[in-house]
């Protein structure tokens, strides 16, 4: 009985997890702001693509009254897309600190930037708190000569034409090689901005600058540039933010690269004859997926470890263990794929890694996959637990871009032996002599009564002569 | 489909050669090492063609000067992009320093030790430099390897040092080390004892009995 209530409370717990994480992933209300609601015609491909795929949009002008991410201290909107628009600042709504409150309100943002238009002052902090630096007077403009687009920018060379980027590191998955795509087509970045970004390990660019462009600032008259912003590999087109709260922050470099325009174009290479189709819509569907939590969530399903010994008992997660007892510790995981889980894979190269830690890792082990099911993946290790007594935890801490953070900690007490769990004595080669030592003192001291007490008295005028 | 690329790929190095006739070039390049002790300044020409066989050897005080003359079409002309990129070979990492270019295409850059980024300044491979001209039109940019810098470091002074940034990833596996188990002494040994020990009992007895009879 008590079995089945256990079983009962471990379903509607795992229920129960299962309708939050589909909330906290999904949330489909999106902001969209342009700087007049009329521009959306500009994007209707992608805005579609997103309607599509069951987000309820919602479009507002900074200028609107009634813009405001939070209600009564909830967020109102769980993704925001930000579109170019002139004016200066952003106004009262969309304040730097307005901003950083929505991405610790774990709100996703993805924001396009032009090389046309500056960018709003209030962006540009917003962006700097990130670590993400945009160039001085808040425009600037990417340039190649030696990969454009000599169909639309023969003159400007301001339509970059890029291959899908692969993995930023080998042990990384790749989310934007675009799978399904012909390998001929090519990203254009057409009128674009590019970052720069700090040093943190919560940034990531996920589209990078081929080697030979730079960035100037249109606005600048002379001939040659004097202060270079960035070039090459440093610029990054397209950055990718991970909070540490999983909130994600996309910077799109080009707004129009998401436009209908771009979408599907016919571009030309330089010094290449035929023209090849532009793979925007994969892409832009790929950046919006991941920055709006469609891709790249992992869920924990359940946790559990257990007395790994023959003989002993094997309840689940018990809160004490003794030293040196063998352990199974397992952990399942699912990974969110556009509309459903599917069993979560390590990237090749790539390890999930249990920690068995007090203060600092006593064991760092490889997880290994034991069982897929349809939807979830179970990663299990045994091992010895240390000769070390104390509080410890059980840790994985799995972080890497592109996926949200993975922070598991159970606690568990580890004691020492019991005094009845040592071997016996007369087990131990070493105690035989002083088990001896003990037989011989009892011997003895028995000895000595029994001689105490046979000891017959001697005859009379003997002992009397004695006494 | 082979059979028409074939047929294309002379068409193309003939539209390529006539292209060529409006590109960039450079003329006149000399590199030479500013050095700030006696030694003097040495000057090297190296041409599109033709890059630096040797790599030019700099310390940490001094820099490097290169000249040049920028062309577009065989005219001096000033390009908008006038860069010498340095390049890490082993990371892969550039560092970009844009010449000062005059109307008439001459073109000069300064580089001192001091000015490199440190990721480049602790590399132990040579820095591979290139020349890089380009420009808005249709003329063809050019991006050619010209020579390549090794860095020596000064004895005296501490070598530069660079911290990689944390970047996540997989960590080091850890394998608790127990302590040893307890260990008995040989058994033989043990035994011995024991059998000292006991041999003491017979003694005892035997002690007593004799004391007793005398």
Same mark, same amino acid.
């Given at each position: 009985m008590a079995n089945l209530r256990s079983l009962l409370s471990f379903l509607l717990l795992a229920l129960v997890g299962a309708v939050q994480a589909i909330s906290a992933n999904g949330g489909n209300r999106l902001l969209v702001?342009?700087?007049?609601? #009329?521009? !959306?015609?500009?994007?209707?491909?992608?805005?579609?693509?997103?309607?599509?795929?069951?987000?309820?949009? @919602?479009?507002?002008?900074?200028?609107?009254?009634?813009?405001?991410?939070?209600?009564?201290?909830?967020?109102?909107?769980?993704? @925001?897309? +930000?579109?170019?628009? !002139?004016?200066?600042?952003?106004?009262?709504?969309?304040?730097?600190?307005?901003? /950083?409150?929505?991405?610790?309100?774990?709100?996703?943002?993805?924001? #396009? +930037?032009?090389?046309?238009?500056?960018?709003?002052?209030?962006?540009?902090?917003?962006? /700097?708190?990130?670590?993400?630096?945009?160039?001085?007077?808040?425009?600037?403009?990417?340039?190649?000569?030696?990969?454009?687009?000599?169909?639309?920018?023969?003159?400007?060379?301001?339509?970059?034409? /890029?291959?899908?980027?692969?993995?930023?590191?080998?042990?990384? &998955?790749?989310?934007?090689?675009?799978?399904g795509s012909d390998e001929s087509g090519v990203i254009a970045f057409p009128n674009g901005l590019g970052q720069t970004l700090g040093q943190g390990a919560l940034l990531s660019p996920i589209l990078r600058a081929p080697?030979?462009?730079?960035?100037?600032?249109?606005?600048?008259?002379?001939?040659?540039?004097?202060?270079?912003?960035?070039?090459?590999?440093?610029?990054?087109?397209?950055? #990718? /933010?991970?909070?540490?709260?999983?909130?994600?922050?996309?910077?799109?470099?080009?707004?129009?690269?998401?436009?209908? &325009?771009?979408?599907?174009?016919?571009?030309k290479k330089v010094g290449e004859k035929s023209s090849v189709k532009t793979l925007n819509r994969e892409f832009a569907k790929a950046v919006a997926g991941w920055t709006f939590g469609e891709i790249g969530v992992l869920r924990v399903n359940w946790i559990e470890h257990h007395l790994n010994e023959a003989g002993q008992s094997n309840a689940s997660n018990p809160k004490i263990y003794r030293i040196k007892n063998d352990v199974t510790y397992s952990i399942s995981l699912s990974e969110y794929s556009w509309d459903k889980y599917i069993p979560f894979t390590v990237p090749e190269n790539d390890e999930l890694q249990l920690e068995f830690s007090m203060l600092s890792p006593f064991h760092r082990l490889k997880l290994n996959p034991i069982i897929s099911s349809e939807d979830s993946t179970t990663y299990s290790v045994s091992f010895k637990l240390p000769d070390q007594h104390g509080i410890f935890n059980f840790l994985v801490n799995y972080k890497r871009p592109f996926f949200n953070n993975v922070f598991e900690k159970n606690?568990?007490?580890?004691?020492?032996?019991?005094h009845d769990e040592w071997p016996r004595s007369f087990v131990i080669s070493g105690a035989w002599p002083w088990i001896a030592g003990i037989a011989a003192t009892v011997t003895g001291w028995l000895g000595f009564c029994a001689l105490w007490l046979y000891s017959a008295p001697p005859a009379t005028g003997e002992s009397k002569k004695k006494q | 489909m082979r059979f028409l690329r074939s047929f294309l790929a002379p068409l193309l190095l003939a539209a390529r050669a006539a292209q060529a006739a409006s590109s960039w070039s450079f003329d006149d %390049?000399?590199?030479?090492?500013? %050095?700030?002790?006696?030694?003097g300044s040495t000057k090297e020409k190296f041409s599109e063609t033709k890059p630096l066989a040797q790599p030019i050897e700099i310390s940490d005080k001094d820099g490097i000067k290169v000249l040049l003359v920028a062309k577009d079409g065989g005219k001096g002309k000033r390009p908008h992009q006038a860069f010498v990129v340095l390049q890490d070979e082993v990371s892969g990492l550039e560092a970009p320093f844009p010449m000062t270019v005059k109307e008439n295409g001459k073109a000069v850059v300064d580089i001192k030790y001091a000015d490199l980024p440190i990721q480049l300044a602790t590399s132990t491979a040579p820095l591979k430099a290139s020349v890089v001209? %380009?420009?808005?039109?249709?003329?063809?940019?050019?991006?050619? $390897? %010209?020579?390549?810098?090794?860095?020596?470091?000064? $004895?005296?002074?501490a070598p530069p040092t660079y911290e990689k940034p944390l970047r996540y990833g997989k960590r080091e596996a850890i394998n608790h080390i127990f302590r040893d188990d307890p260990k008995n002494p040989p058994k033989v040994i043990s035994a011995f004892f024991v059998l000292a020990v006991l041999s003491t009992v017979p003694a005892l007895f035997i002690g007593t009995y004799e004391l007793y009879i005398s």
């Amino acid at each position: 009985m008590a079995n089945l209530r256990s079983l009962l409370s471990f379903l509607l717990l795992a229920l129960v997890g299962a309708v939050q994480a589909i909330s906290a992933n999904g949330g489909n209300r999106l902001l969209v702001i342009l700087e007049d609601i #009329a521009d !959306k015609d500009g994007y209707t491909k992608f805005l579609g693509d997103l309607e599509g795929r069951g987000f309820d949009i @919602v479009y507002e002008t900074p200028k609107s009254e009634s813009l405001s991410l939070f209600h009564l201290g909830e967020r109102s909107y769980d993704h @925001v897309l +930000l579109f170019p628009t !002139k004016a200066k600042g952003l106004g009262p709504n969309l304040t730097p600190s307005v901003i /950083l409150q929505f991405i610790n309100a774990d709100g996703n943002i993805l924001l #396009a +930037l032009s090389g046309s238009t500056p960018v709003p002052s209030s962006l540009v902090s917003a962006l /700097l708190e990130l670590d993400i630096h945009l160039p001085a007077d808040r425009q600037g403009l990417v340039v190649d000569h030696f990969n454009y687009d000599t169909t639309s920018a023969s003159e400007k060379h301001d339509v970059l034409l /890029l291959p899908t980027p692969g993995p930023l590191r080998p042990d990384y &998955k790749d989310f934007f090689a675009l799978s399904g795509s012909d390998e001929s087509g090519v990203i254009a970045f057409p009128n674009g901005l590019g970052q720069t970004l700090g040093q943190g390990a919560l940034l990531s660019p996920i589209l990078r600058a081929p080697s030979t462009s730079y960035s100037y600032n249109p606005k600048d008259e002379s001939e040659a540039i004097e202060d270079l912003f960035a070039t090459g590999s440093q610029l990054s087109l397209v950055s #990718a /933010l991970q909070a540490r709260n999983s909130a994600r922050v996309t910077v799109v470099g080009s707004a129009d690269m998401l436009s209908d &325009k771009w979408f599907d174009a016919s571009v030309k290479k330089v010094g290449e004859k035929s023209s090849v189709k532009t793979l925007n819509r994969e892409f832009a569907k790929a950046v919006a997926g991941w920055t709006f939590g469609e891709i790249g969530v992992l869920r924990v399903n359940w946790i559990e470890h257990h007395l790994n010994e023959a003989g002993q008992s094997n309840a689940s997660n018990p809160k004490i263990y003794r030293i040196k007892n063998d352990v199974t510790y397992s952990i399942s995981l699912s990974e969110y794929s556009w509309d459903k889980y599917i069993p979560f894979t390590v990237p090749e190269n790539d390890e999930l890694q249990l920690e068995f830690s007090m203060l600092s890792p006593f064991h760092r082990l490889k997880l290994n996959p034991i069982i897929s099911s349809e939807d979830s993946t179970t990663y299990s290790v045994s091992f010895k637990l240390p000769d070390q007594h104390g509080i410890f935890n059980f840790l994985v801490n799995y972080k890497r871009p592109f996926f949200n953070n993975v922070f598991e900690k159970n606690t568990v007490s580890v004691r020492h032996f019991a005094h009845d769990e040592w071997p016996r004595s007369f087990v131990i080669s070493g105690a035989w002599p002083w088990i001896a030592g003990i037989a011989a003192t009892v011997t003895g001291w028995l000895g000595f009564c029994a001689l105490w007490l046979y000891s017959a008295p001697p005859a009379t005028g003997e002992s009397k002569k004695k006494q | 489909m082979r059979f028409l690329r074939s047929f294309l790929a002379p068409l193309l190095l003939a539209a390529r050669a006539a292209q060529a006739a409006s590109s960039w070039s450079f003329d006149d %390049a000399t590199v030479q090492v500013n %050095a700030k002790k006696s030694s003097g300044s040495t000057k090297e020409k190296f041409s599109e063609t033709k890059p630096l066989a040797q790599p030019i050897e700099i310390s940490d005080k001094d820099g490097i000067k290169v000249l040049l003359v920028a062309k577009d079409g065989g005219k001096g002309k000033r390009p908008h992009q006038a860069f010498v990129v340095l390049q890490d070979e082993v990371s892969g990492l550039e560092a970009p320093f844009p010449m000062t270019v005059k109307e008439n295409g001459k073109a000069v850059v300064d580089i001192k030790y001091a000015d490199l980024p440190i990721q480049l300044a602790t590399s132990t491979a040579p820095l591979k430099a290139s020349v890089v001209l %380009a420009s808005f039109g249709s003329s063809q940019g050019i991006n050619k $390897p %010209a020579f390549s810098v090794t860095l020596k470091n000064d $004895p005296n002074t501490a070598p530069p040092t660079y911290e990689k940034p944390l970047r996540y990833g997989k960590r080091e596996a850890i394998n608790h080390i127990f302590r040893d188990d307890p260990k008995n002494p040989p058994k033989v040994i043990s035994a011995f004892f024991v059998l000292a020990v006991l041999s003491t009992v017979p003694a005892l007895f035997i002690g007593t009995y004799e004391l007793y009879i005398s």
